[in-house]
C-alpha cells in the first residue's frame, strides 16, 4: 500500500485546513478495511500521535491536544480518510503524516503499530 498525503499549507492562527490521504498499490481495493492513524513530527522533535479512525469510520481517537478541534473521517469508498484542522494554533506546524495497519497489534497512539506510512505534508500555522 502507498499511501499520499496532501492539504497542507500555510494558514493563520484560528484558521482551518484539510488533509486527505488517499491508498494506491497493490492491495487498494482492501485499503477500506484499514485502520488509519495521523501523526506529526515538528522541528527537532519526536513524531506524535494526533488522530486515529478505525477500518470502518465508526471509532475515531484524538490526542488531548487536538481534541475539539481534529476531526478525522473517511470518505464514502473508504479509501481515502481526511484530517479536519480547525482553530488551528502555531504550535501545530509541524509536517504530518497519514499511516495504515490492517489490525492493531498494539496501540493507536504507536507509531510501531502502524505498518504503512505516507511522505508526509506540511502544515505551518502563523501566529
Known amino acids: 500500500v502507498q499511501l499520499q498525503a496532501c492539504g497542507g499549507g500555510l494558514v493563520q492562527a484560528r484558521g482551518s485546513l484539510r488533509l486527505s490521504c488517499a491508498a494506491s498499490?497493490?492491495?487498494?481495493?482492501?485499503?477500506?478495511?484499514?485502520?488509519m492513524g495521523w501523526f506529526r513530527q515538528a522541528p527537532g522533535k519526536e513524531r506524535e500521535f494526533v488522530a486515529a479512525?478505525?477500518?470502518?469510520?465508526?471509532?475515531?481517537y484524538y490526542a488531548d491536544s487536538v481534541k475539539g478541534r481534529f476531526t478525522a473521517s473517511r470518505g464514502n469508498a473508504k479509501n481515502t480518510v481526511f484530517l479536519q484542522m480547525n482553530s488551528l494554533k502555531p504550535e501545530d506546524t509541524a509536517v504530518y503524516y497519514c499511516?495504515?495497519?490492517?489490525?492493531?497489534?498494539?496501540?493507536?497512539?504507536?507509531?510501531?503499530?502502524?505498518?504503512?506510512w505516507g511522505q508526509g505534508t506540511q502544515v505551518t500555522v502563523s501566529s
Open positions: 498499490g497493490d492491495t487498494f481495493s482492501t485499503f477500506s478495511t484499514y485502520n
Open positions: 499511516a495504515a495497519v490492517a489490525r492493531y497489534s498494539g496501540s493507536y497512539v504507536l507509531r510501531r503499530s502502524y505498518d504503512y
Open positions: 479512525i478505525t477500518w470502518s469510520g465508526g471509532n475515531t
